[in-house]
């Protein structure tokens, strides 16, 4: 493996989003010197934090799955991820609701997901899903530590036993088709393929092997954190205080300064400069493209994934059908994936992520009050409506979604709203994402691995990429791992763990008091 040369005592990690939290903890417990610094007034990135009124609102990402590996972050310092939040598994981790009227719970323990696909589709199905779980658990453990869990210095590094391993297990043909040799009933097929709108392609044509995130959401287990999502990287960012690293908060940079191949020091906008031995750029890749003065050349420009509407809303009521993450399908399918990464029209027939975060948590509203969080998936701003169309087409669309809430069954929620914030592709392309998406460069298997944007850079001896535009990708399991991979390449190895008997593999149990809770 690659890493930085020369001296690496003290690193200046740009961004304190959960990337750059997990590098900064992954270099504390490597001895290094970290100063954290970040543009906002405090930590969170992506998974930050808004308030409505009385409302506490998670702006970014609202699904915890593999939880082990933010507790590698704090073992990395002596510490853990249970003693500083409290996490709650999620039973079940989805309801799914279908345009036919019937709904599936979406169970990550394996007896009770058989019996409730039984119950939903009969013994035929069920026996499939046995089949799909096994298959799903095989992938994890043929691409987790040589194909994600990785730094990738070339395609070559591919040329593996575990690269055979994948391809038997059917990793290179489609996902959709893959998932359909275990499930026929058309509903199941989706619960298991949706998560391929993470990874910015359609089921029809991602690689199987992307059911790897299907086996995160379905499989591993999905959990919510007390105070929120943000309750996370708020406590990454007080170990790593705690274990050394100086925060510095509200502290855009502006420049890097440069002689001799490596970066001498972060300049501030405030004109203040901080010398460093290394650097870990965390920001977005246009941000960090322009700090370094360039971006690499690729034969063709990075393609994005499709962007979301998210309406958040503090509402005087709530749904009893709803849990704590509902997915509700449209009843078109490969026509919506058309209109998300090719036509870049609209879904003439969506499926919603609903979130009520409510559910597990009541202090994030007032008494009696409830959040719920509404991602609508739309094209992004290189396919779809451009990012100032959406001045005058958010509201309207706005609109139109708590018109299709309001026949999906959550009948009054245009009354019950006190508090909403409205987030578009008009808001992400003002926070600096790219093509107006909060999920980044998408994973086509020319963007994915080896042949996506590599963590270090060309010509510049000390300067390490981490986040989700880079190794190995977008979510906050990999996010994570981004960050351990980003610490690597400073310190020459994997960061080590330095709680006696850890393995990689651990996942917390729930804290003390923190049991299964009934989400309906």
Not at 142 to 158: G, K, Y
Not at 430 to 450: C, E, K, M, N
Request: with cysteine; charged share 20%; aromatic share 6%.
């Amino acid at each position: 493996m690659r890493t930085v040369t020369g001296p690496t005592d003290h690193v200046v990690v740009v961004g304190a989003g959960l990337s750059g939290l997990a590098c900064a903890l992954h270099l504390l417990g490597a001895g290094r010197r970290v100063t954290l610094v970040e543009r906002d007034a405090g930590p969170g990135g992506r998974a930050g934090r808004a308030r409505l009124g009385e409302y506490l609102v998670d702006t970014g990402p609202t699904v915890l799955t593999m939880p082990h590996l933010a507790d590698e972050a704090f073992a990395a310092v002596g510490e853990s991820l249970g003693r500083h939040v409290e996490l709650m598994p999620l039973h079940p981790a989805y309801r799914a609701g279908f345009a036919d009227g019937t709904s599936l719970d979406v169970h990550t323990e394996a007896d009770a997901m058989e019996a409730e696909v039984r119950r939903f589709a009969g013994p035929a199905e069920a026996a499939g899903y046995r089949g799909l779980r096994e298959w799903l658990e095989r992938l994890y453990r043929a691409q987790m530590r040589r194909f994600i869990d990785t730094n990738f210095d070339s395609p070559f590094q591919l040329a593996h036993p575990d690269l055979a391993r994948l391809a038997a297990l059917g990793g290179f043909g489609r996902l959709d088709g893959r998932i359909g040799r275990f499930l026929s009933d058309a509903r199941l097929r989706r619960v298991f393929s949706f998560q391929a709108l993470y990874a910015g392609v359609a089921p029809a044509r991602a690689l199987a092997a992307y059911a790897v995130i299907a086996y995160m959401d379905t499989v591993a287990g999905v959990w919510f954190p007390k105070g929120g999502m943000h309750a996370l990287p708020r406590a990454m960012a007080d170990v790593a205080a705690g274990a050394g690293a100086e925060l510095r908060w509200s502290a855009e940079v502006s420049a890097l300064e440069r002689s001799a191949g490596r970066v001498r020091a972060v300049r501030l906008a405030s004109g203040e400069g901080i010398p460093c031995d290394a650097v870990v750029l965390t920001c977005e890749l246009p941000a960090a493209h322009r700090l370094l003065g360039r971006a690499p050349r690729r034969p063709v420009p990075l393609r994005h994934s499709p962007s979301a509407v998210v309406l958040h809303a503090g509402t005087d009521r709530t749904w009893p059908h709803l849990a704590h993450h509902t997915l509700s399908f449209g009843a078109a399918w490969e026509r919506t994936f058309d209109e998300l990464t090719r036509s870049g029209t609209l879904m003439s027939d969506p499926s919603l992520l609903i979130t009520r975060p409510t559910t597990h948590d009541a202090s994030l509203a007032p008494p009696g009050r409830h959040l719920h969080y509404v991602l609508a998936p739309c094209p992004n701003t290189s396919v779809g409506p451009s990012a100032a169309a959406w001045r005058d087409l958010g509201p309207r669309y706005r609109d139109s979604l708590v018109a299709e809430l309001e026949r999906r069954g959550l009948d009054g929620f245009a009354a019950s709203v006190e508090e909403e914030l409205l987030v578009t592709p008009l808001d992400w392309t003002a926070q600096g994402h790219a093509a107006g998406s909060p999920f980044s460069v998408s994973h086509t298997f020319a963007q994915t691995g080896p042949f996506r944007p590599r963590n270090l850079v060309r010509g510049l001896d000390n300067v390490v990429l981490a986040g989700c535009g880079t190794t190995p990708g977008v979510g906050v399991p990999t996010v994570l791992i981004s960050g351990k991979l980003a610490a690597a390449r400073v310190t020459g190895g994997r960061t080590r763990v330095t709680r006696a008997g850890r393995s990689p593999e651990h996942r917390p149990s729930a804290p003390t008091g923190a049991g299964a809770h009934d989400p309906s």
